[in-house]
Antibody, heavy 121, light 110 residues
């Protein structure tokens, strides 16, 4: 089974930065496409972005609300992807889920438990 | 604001069938496949249906998906109390170059 575990969530001030990590096991990580999805308190799911495998080009795609502020990267030697968030706003407060895209290009088959991010002064 | 519209709620009694609609446009449902996820309170979402009507391994055949034009539907037959959850449709949107989720539907078993 594929296991996905996020870490790095916490409290950050508006305008600040935070980096989330996501470790994946149970698959050939270098071939994996991965996504981030967030859910604000009491709200629905919002796709944040994805990173393709290096074989798939290694490129990233982002949702409009985070483009230019968030960066997704990967370290295949550590089976890990990262979500670097900067210029954080109150509306970025959410639980951030990392998910394995098991069916390329976008179907998310396995999800982590989520990392809560609070943006407050 | 989501580009895929779902009814906020749906309900039925145990054993009955409930259907959830998902309305989109030519740039998403009209040109790409639809996926469905469900989410129980306090937990991560789980994939229910992919590629319009394909059930991943382990998903009961009580769950079925369909699509026509720019709309899709999820049907749950033989409704059980365990099916109470939030349900989301999703699809890639070519205009936004993004994966978009529906507004979500809360299913209640009466």
């Amino acid at each position: 089974d594929v296991q996905v575990v996020e870490s790095g969530g916490g409290l950050v001030k508006p305008g600040g930065s935070l980096r989330l990590s996501c470790v994946v096991s149970g698959l050939t990580f270098s071939d994996a496409w991965m996504s981030w999805v967030r859910q604000a308190p009491g709200k629905g799911l919002e796709w944040v972005g994805r990173i393709k495998s290096k074989r798939g080009g290694g490129t990233t795609d982002y949702a409009a609300p985070v483009k230019g502020r968030f960066i997704i990267s990967r370290d295949d030697s550590k089976n890990t992807i990262y979500l670097q968030m900067s210029s954080l706003k109150s509306e970025d407060a959410a639980v951030y889920f990392c998910a394995w895209v098991g069916r390329v290009p976008s179907v998310m088959n396995s999800w982590g438990q989520g990392a809560p991010v609070t943006v407050s002064s | 604001q989501s580009v895929l519209t779902q009814p906020p709620s749906a309900s039925a009694t145990p054993g009955q069938r409930v259907t959830i609609s998902c309305s989109g446009s030519n740039s998403n449902i009209g040109s790409n496949t639809v996926d469905w996820y469900h989410q129980f309170p306090g937990t991560a979402p789980k994939l229910l249906i992919c590629d319009d009507n394909q059930r991943p391994s382990g998903v009961p055949d009580r769950f079925s998906g369909s699509k026509s034009g720019t709309s899709a539907s999820l049907a749950i037959s033989g409704l059980q109390s365990d099916d109470e959850a939030d349900y989301y449709c999703a699809a890639w949107d070519d205009s936004l170059s993004a994966y978009v989720f529906g507004t979500g539907t809360k299913v209640t078993v009466l």
